[in-house]
């Protein structure tokens, strides 16, 4: 992604991977090409290349700049599947069911409280 019209106070790292942020979820912040040519290129990653907005308006020490944003070429990684029930893809729900947690209290039980009802207890 190529952003044109960048102000000079958000010439830094962390302000280009806020910038990057507004799209997305920032991958990269080519600094190398910035100082170079003057144009601020960020790796973004994105669900959908056609949300991207053409422009934002950023305000920073107390002005607003507009910042025009140019996808510069959309990579397909992988095919995500968002109604998959295994999303980590470690096996552990085979069977379509979530799982339930154990209390502390199943796994170890000598560490069990003597009185779990504390209103029962007299002072």
Known sequence: MTITRVPRVLWSFLPLWAVGSIIGATQKVDMVHL????????????????????????????????????????IQINDFDLDAN?????????????????????????HKDPNPNPQDSTP
């Open 35 to 74: 100082r170079a040519t003057g144009q601020v290129r960020i790796l973004v990653a994105v669900l959908d290349v056609k949300k991207i907005p053409k422009q934002a308006d950023v305000c920073a020490i107390s002005s607003v700049y507009r910042l025009f944003f140019k996808p510069d070429e959309a």
């Open 86 to 110: 295994d999303l980590l893809g470690d096996g552990d729900n085979r069977d379509g069911e979530d799982r339930v947690m154990k209390d502390a209290e199943d796994l170890n039980p000598k």
